[in-house]
């Protein structure tokens, strides 16, 4: 660090903006010093945190700054209020579809608001953008290729990121208020109103778009929360837009296991493994339950792979980082064994809490009938009785992915009681797939016996049209 420091103090010394003052305390610092508090202002935005106070007297802007990076946050910036240049192709998402189940992001007053902000603040001016890293470090390899393990997107590890965040900004929303010297009309969003949060945030210079969609800064990659503060007060802009980019690079969209990411920066959200597991309320598709593996709240993948990521560092926000195994990776056998109020207990405090029961129960037999265990039999036995029809028919597809007579005789009793038509469909698919199972397994070892080996293993992916 000492030679990198050393390179960046001189180059500023060297920078005519400098005022006589600042060059003064950076030719007497420690380089190593300096360094430190200069990248820590704005996550490795080096000019942009002296050029706050270079000049003397701070701007509301910069004051804005930093009494944000004084209430914890690691990116903040300010962009104006105009429409953003990527309504087109916002327009063009919806219009195709790939936004699913999520009607409000479609609803033509939230779709008027998005394109102009001032129907959500009258006569505003400046979006205040914050960023909030949120990395808790990397999960273990072991947990990851456990498919005994339920995984947990990172970012759920901890405590819910709005109850967190929203207090700091309606702290700094208050600040602004009694610094701009006059009524100020206001509102504060993190990521819950109709603000395209990501294109606001490169106007104000907190990073730059990935193919994977995700906002990415150069000296973070991209596991950041974004925040605004929409005000009525003309403000500095900070366009310290960056120039770097995902060049040639995609990862993201090789890494996909569900082909979401259709082409650079286009996300079919129907097919992203965040949205079945979170956002998708119903059934999730047949056809994409064998690609979601044990993900069973969100999924890291297409951030995971980005090369950025390599400069990712922990947050040093303790509540979001892991509260043990259970929050990074639990056993699916026990998760799928929770009644409602054990559910409760378990994730109160947690974003997991805001799915429900009901959903996160659904996603474990998903996760489940793809481990394709056993082991996994009489925990899906019991849950062809559980008192939600999404849960028992899901349970039942993982029975049928298992096979065995057990689960083949779980599954013609259920059928025998079950009334509800969309749960009797899942459970005669479930058997016809297990029973075709059986005859592959039979027709296996018989061919085995003729030739003599005895070397080959069961079948445990039959598909059944």
Known sequence: MGAKANCVVSIICKTSEV????????????????????????????????RDWAGGEMSLTARIRKRARDLGFDLVGVAPAHPVPRLDAYRAWISQGYHGEMGYMARPDRVERREHPDMIVSGVRSIVCVGLNYYPGARSTDFEQDPRRGLISNYAWGIDYHDL????????????????????????????????????????????????TCLIHPNMGSWLFLGEILVDVELDPTPEQTNVSCGTCRRCLDACPTGAL??????????????????????????????MGNWIYGCDVCQAVCPWQRFAQPTRVRPFQSAGMDSVAPMLLDVIEMDEDTFRQQYKGSPISRIGRRRLLRNVAVASGNWRDVQAVP???????????????????????????????????????????????????????????????????????????????????????
């Open 379 to 465: 925990a899906l036995v019991r849950v062809l009785a559980d008192v939600e029809p999404l849960v028992r028919g899901h349970g039942a597809w993982a029975l049928g992915c298992i096979g065995g007579q057990v689960a083949q005789d779980a599954l013609r009793d259920a059928l025998q009681c079950e009334r509800d038509f969309n749960v009797r469909h899942e459970m005669q698919m479930a058997l016809e797939k297990a029973e075709a199972l059986e005859k592959a397994e039979a027709l296996e070892k018989a061919e085995a016996f003729e030739s003599g080996s005895s070397d080959s293993q069961p079948i445990r992916n039959v598909t059944v049209t």
């Open 262 to 291: 259709l082409a650079p920066y286009v996300l079919d959200a129907r097919r992203c493994i965040s949205y079945l597991t979170i956002e998708l309320k119903g059934p999730i598709p047949h056809d994409l339950r064998p690609s």
């Open 165 to 212: 965040m929203m207090p700091r900004l309606e702290e700094l929303a208050a600040f602004i208020v009694a610094r701009a010297g006059r009524a100020v009309t206001r509102r504060v969003y993190v990521d819950t109103g109709p603000v395209l949060e990501r294109a606001y945030a490169t106007q104000a210079g907190l990073g730059f778009i990935g193919k994977n």
């Open 19 to 50: 005022s006589e003052n600042l060059r003064g305390l950076l030719e007497v610092c420690s380089p190593t010093w300096l360094w430190q508090i200069l990248t820590g202002w704005q996550g490795g935005d080096i000019l942009g945190g002296w």
